[in-house]
């Protein structure tokens, strides 16, 4: 199950957003797991970066797991966290990237939900299962 929360009202496609990720999350055997997508405002997501990476500046996706990958002996929930995208920073990135705002969102989505699953990308290399994270996202959006 999959959550979106527009902080900002002003996202045009919420429930497709939200069918695309059961999609994408089915597709990654997580369909059993839940995930909330809060989408918000520069400023809103600046105070998120500050205080929690000290960061006093926007950034266009936070994620935040419920647990850590490496948490030994907690229970697995089916909550697998939450993803923070910047409305503002999207659609201001989007046409850099070749893509509209929707389109920004999806990658973002799929960017911050790679994160959840405990990826990082501290390398070219590492990016990789990135990419294609946010090639197969816009892939499926395509199908809804």
Known sequence: MVEIIDETNRFPQVEMLQRTLEA?????????????VVLCSD???????????????PTDVLSYPTSEPDDRGVPCVPHIGDIVISV??????????GYDTVGEVLTLAAHGLTHLRGYDHPTEEAWQIFRKAQT???QLARRS
């Open 24 to 36: 994408f999350m089915e597709e990654l055997g997580l369909e059993d797991r839940e995930l909330t």
């Open 88 to 97: 503002d920073s999207a659609t201001r990135q989007a046409s850099s990237h």
């Open 43 to 57: 400023e809103e997501i600046r105070v998120m970066n500050r205080d929690h990476r000290g960061v006093d500046k």
């Open 136 to 138: 197969r996202i816009l």
